[in-house]
């Protein structure tokens, strides 16, 4: 896919204006100057979605001065003499949390419609017109969900904007723990020696560099105030994503008008309320009277606060990003995606707390809950730059999928990070587009699978290998660095790195799985195989490592004396039509989904294809209709458990026995999984989050709209502007 680092000047200069030629098309894509239709109609993509078979466009189609099997290829993003592992790894930027009086103006349940005046830069704005100050749909459908009965306590306030150096990073840790690094005027930079990325290249949670991370804990309601401070200009976002955000708190058991939903988008200058209760599934129905102390919160001094719902619900690693209609993946791949780390009288954050509840995993001791000194969140995405180290974004083919050729964490090029002689938790992210990993020690230890997804496994697994990791999954390991001896060299620690074991070719799924010593050895065409991530052991703990992996952790809830209401069946595939053209709310694509035995459909958040009952139990089969690709699905709102893969019981493996939020169903596979629907109402999603097949219409609608006033179904379909949001009538598949 990626030319060769040997390639002759010739056939880089033609890769890369292929290339140029293809950012033009998405640049004029994304200021909505052209449509999808427009490239079906000038030959330039097929109907199916794919770029054109034309030499000087199309990475595929042979060289014009090789041989004829050879196709042009990309070019590889420069790397300006830099090699890996020469930079520390920095962690997570901690957001901060703040009493909740300090937000001005004060959170309301409705959205907040007072006027502002409108910068006539914004689309379909005239000088003088107006529009309300917080983007969120108005009226009781969209209220807060349980406002009074969860308050907001914390205030969290974050922006999205250009990228701009960060004097404020706070890593949670002194820098000891983090590797050395001087958290004073973090660059906005893949590495200390590439260039900095301009403010429409990149665009963060604050507009900086590390990653953001959000610290929350059960029983304490969180109002995160997001600010879009993007440029008000459409045009004005080098070259690809979109100014309109939606943020979606992956997987956040609250009410849909907090869920980010892909339609409740909101404009420069606007900001959107997003109410977090935290609060455990079936509060209205489980331990109603809050007397189990599973079912809990660290207090602050050591103690628990006990919480309605079932403790076996209690949910772990998080994270948010946007959703925004048809543009997830290029506004996520830009950088919009921080992590949310929950804690719990089980899952607390402090290892040395013996009350028979804490689960004691590695963390720290310091703090009463939410230690980072031995819990440590990555993100792993592969990003790509142009010749002058911008980031850039690639639409070769929407039907595949965006694979880069840098391998990252936590936005960084293949750092290192220094450990002591102890236990370490990480906090396995996904964070790229399309691109799935597979992960092992360089020396084939064995690592502690502790959780999958958003939730604590029933019970550790051993491995030596992780499961293929799909876009959204999460993956909790614990490794044990006691097992290194120290180095008698300091200037020389001894090091171990964690390896990528899987190919891609495209970004249709991973073509292969190498052997760890294939991966090691470097024969891999594909740029992010090998090693990426650099362990560094340094140091022997200062105190007793007293952090344990217990065999038993969080059951699943028995739902064995809930009766099933209904079965329905979603078939993923690429046969997907449009029934619908309206131009805010509907997309055409080569993707769609098929509900109970019907069509395939392209996205339209306008309409409704699943409406379950509040209140009640379903399974649910997705099946994946192809073997030439592979799809991450996501629910929004409820956590799964899978019954059956490919039919069987059997065939699911032992780190999939917990609960989920992403199911990746294989080449023609199936996965069966059962779900209840409770607790909150309204509109949310279920799509592939290979984020370009999402994007090309892999997304559907369901809602919950019999939960008593004001979610008395259908519920009507919002449609922002600047101006405000207005509603229209959504559309119905039958017998939904």
Not at 540 to 555: E, H, R
Request: aromatic share 10%; hydrophobic share 35%; net charge negative.
């Amino acid at each position: 896919m990626f030319l060769s680092t040997k390639a002759s000047k010739v056939r880089l200069s033609e890769a890369e204006n292929a290339r140029r030629n293809r950012l033009e098309i998405l640049r004029a894509l994304s200021h909505g100057q052209i449509t999808r239709r427009d490239l079906i109609k000038w030959g330039l993509f097929t109907a199916g979605g794919m770029l054109a078979w034309k030499h000087g466009l199309n990475p595929f189609v042979p060289s014009a001065y090789a041989d004829s099997s050879i196709p042009t290829g990309l070019p590889r993003s420069p790397l300006f003499g830099v090699q890996a592992f020469t930079q520390p790894m920095p962690r997570f930027d901690v957001l901060p949390r703040n009493p909740i009086a300090t937000l001005n103006p004060a959170p309301t349940a409705q959205a907040n419609t007072t006027q502002q005046l409108l910068n006539p830069d914004l689309e379909g704005v005239m000088p003088g017109d107006t529009g309300p100050i917080e983007g969120r749909p108005p009226g009781p459908i969209w209220a807060h969900q349980e406002f009074t009965r969860f308050p907001p306590v914390i205030a969290v306030p974050v922006s999205t904007e250009g990228a701009k150096v960060n004097a404020v990073y706070n890593p949670g840790v002194p820098p000891n723990l983090n590797s050395g690094i001087n958290p004073a005027n973090f660059r906005p930079a893949f590495h200390p020696n590439l260039p900095d990325q301009g403010p429409l290249a990149l665009w963060t949670f604050n507009g900086t560099l590390p990653p953001k991370l959000l610290i929350g804990r059960y029983g304490e309601a969180i109002l995160l105030r997001h600010s879009n401070k993007l440029p008000f200009d459409i045009t004005q976002n080098g070259g690809f994503g979109i100014h309109t955000l939606s943020t979606h708190e992956h997987n956040g058991h609250h009410g849909a008008e907090n869920d980010g939903f892909t339609g409740a988008f909101f404009y420069p200058g606007q900001f959107y309320d997003y109410h977090y209760p935290i609060v455990l599934a079936g509060w209205r129905s489980i331990n109603t009277g809050a007397t189990d102390p599973k079912a809990g919160s660290p207090n602050g001094s050591g103690g628990i606060t006990k919480v309605a719902g079932d403790w076996r619900e209690t949910m772990s690693t998080h994270w948010f990003h946007d959703h925004m209609f048809s543009f997830t993946a290029q506004n996520v791949y830009k950088g919009d995606a921080g992590m949310f780390n929950l804690y719990s009288a089980l899952d607390r954050g402090n290892e040395a707390i013996n009350d028979g509840v804490n689960l004691r995993l590695p963390s720290g001791t310091a703090n009463d809950f939410g230690n980072l000194d031995y819990d440590v969140n990555l993100m792993l995405a592969d990003k790509a730059w142009d010749a002058h180290g911008q980031l850039a974004f690639d639409i070769f083919d929407t039907e595949e999928g965006f694979i880069a050729d840098v391998m990252t964490v936590n936005l960084v090029y293949r750092p290192f990070f220094e450990v002591e002689r102890r236990k370490y938790r990480f906090r396995i992210l996904n964070g790229a587009v399309s691109r799935f990993f597979k992960i092992a020690l360089s020396d084939g230890s064995p690592i502690f699978q502790i959780a999958n997804d958003g939730n604590l496994l029933p019970s550790p697994v051993t491995i030596t290998q992780t499961d293929q990791l799909g876009i959204a999954e999460r993956y909790d390991i614990v490794i044990d660095f006691s097992r290194y001896p120290l180095s008698a060299n300091p200037a020389n620690p001894t090091k171990v790195w964690l390896v990528n074991l899987l190919a891609h070719e495209d970004g249709t799924m991973p073509s292969n799985t190498l052997s760890l010593s294939a991966a090691l050895g470097g024969s891999s065409s594909d740029p992010c195989v090998g090693k990426f991530l650099e362990f560094r052991i340094v140091r022997n703990p200062a105190q007793p490592d007293v952090s344990q992996v217990p065999a038993v952790m969080i059951p699943n809830p028995d739902l064995s004396a809930i009766p099933v209401t209904r079965t329905r069946t979603f078939v993923f595939g690429d046969n997907g039509n449009q029934t619908t053209n309206d131009p805010v709310t509907s997309f055409r694509g080569p993707w769609g989904i098929g509900t109970n035995g019907g069509d395939q459909l392209n996205a339209d958040f306008g309409r409704i294809s699943a409406a379950p009952k509040s209140g009640t139990r379903e399974i649910w089969t997705l099946q994946n209709d192809g073997g030439g690709w592979d799809h991450p699905v996501h629910i929004h709102f409820e956590e799964g458990q899978i019954l059956k893969r490919n039919g069987s019981a059997n065939s699911v493996p032992a780190w999939e026995k917990g609960r989920k939020d992403v199911y990746r169903l294989r080449p023609d596979g199936s996965v069966t999984l059962t779900m209840q629907f409770r607790d909150f109402g309204g509109m949310f999603m279920e799509h592939c989050h290979n984020t370009l097949h999402e994007d090309n219409a892999m997304l559907l609608r369901w809602e919950i709209d019999d939960k008593g006033n004001p979610f008395l179904g259908p519920l009507p379909t919002p449609i922002p502007t600047p101006q405000g949001v207005t509603f229209q009538p959504p559309t119905q598949l039958k017998g939904i």
